[in-house]
């Protein structure tokens, strides 16, 4: 068997063109759907990342703008800035690009975001929402996995699924999300047993872990679906997922390739998050 791609990139370009209309509409209503994007200090990666988040946003008219911090920043400055953007009827949306330097804490930030502009879905109260299954704002990479599934036409209903990584950032709101579409799920971490006979089992699987092809092919299941959230850099400059892509291709029904699977998927799902912050609380 080889099996289908998943193409993340063709998805997302579908999906910004639905943003794009909606975004349209919001104008002709006088509202410009705003995002502002938190980033403090210079990580190059999280740069490249801010900057094609604000990049697609305004490709589909959304007024999105950089907030750029000095790596020595104080909570107390960074807390302000949050609290500003917080009361600023202009801004629908706020993301903070993590990771943040060791001094400063995440929590205390992410609880400073209003729930109703937390686009990146990482306030507790989002998080809550999703655990009792009455999900508002969604993390963009999970709901992009989510995305994914749909594209392969797999039935979640009372599938076995894997979810390898617990971050709250992805493996943990991606388990809560296809507990919600009843599928059964299996969350692992760095502590599980028996890891590859749990892939083994599994109709669908999903990587969220960081290490590069952990997963290996020879453990996916005749016939299961596949996405890779992983991004890793090789020695000689290529990214790679999660999983041993080759090898797992030859077994699985349906795969996300690293990259351009998930990645333009978690892109997509931030705008989608934000022009609903714009329409109004979902
Ligand atoms: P993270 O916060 O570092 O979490 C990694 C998770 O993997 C942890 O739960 C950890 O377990 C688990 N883990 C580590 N080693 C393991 C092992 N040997 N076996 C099983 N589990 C293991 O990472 P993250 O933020 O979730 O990101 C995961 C990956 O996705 C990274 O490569 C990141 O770059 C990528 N990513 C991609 C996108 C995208 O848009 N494509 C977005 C976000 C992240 P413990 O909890 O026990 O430590």
């Known amino acids: 068997m080889t099996a289908r791609v998943l193409d993340g990139k063709a998805l997302a370009a579908q999906v910004k063109l639905e943003v794009a209309a909606r975004v349209a509409t919001l104008r002709a209503r006088g509202v410009t759907p705003g995002l502002a994007v938190v980033l403090v200090g210079d990580d190059p ?16 008219g959304i007024d999105a703008g950089d907030h750029r911090l000095p790596a020595d920043v104080s909570q107390a400055v960074l807390q302000a800035l949050v609290t500003r953007l917080a009361a600023d009827p202009a801004v629908h949306g706020i993301l903070v690009q993590l990771p943040l330097p060791k001094h400063l804490d995440p929590d205390q930030v992410i609880d400073a975001i209003p729930p109703h502009k937390d686009v990146d879905g990482l306030h507790p109260d989002n998080l809550g ?13 999970p709901q992009g996995c989510m995305r994914l599934l749909g594209l392969a036409g797999v039935e979640l209903a009372g ?5 390898i990584g617990r971050s709250v950032l992805v493996g943990r709101p991606a388990a809560l999300l296809l507990t919600n579409a009843s599928a059964t799920v299996t969350l692992c971490h760095s502590r599980t047993h028996d890891l590859s006979e749990i892939v083994a089992a599994a109709e669908i699987v999903i990587a969220a872990v960081g290490r590069a092809e952990l997963i290996r092919g020879a453990w996916i ?62």
């Open 159 to 163: 599938a076995s699924a894997v979810v």
């Open 221 to 282: 299941r005749p016939g299961a679906t596949v996405i890779d959230v992983g991004i890793n850099r090789t020695a000689d400059g290529k990214l790679i997922g999660d999983v041993e892509y080759a090898a797992a291709a030859e077994r699985a029904a349906a795969i996300t390739p690293v990259p351009g699977g998930v990645g333009p998927m978690t892109r997509a799902c931030l705008l989608e998050n934000t022009v609903t912050a714009a329409e109004g609380e979902p």
């Open 129 to 141: 929402r999703l655990a009792q299954g009455r999900a508002r704002f969604v993390a963009c990479t």
């Open 45 to 60: 990666a999280s740069a490249v990342y801010v900057r094609s988040k604000t990049k697609d946003a305004r490709e589909c």
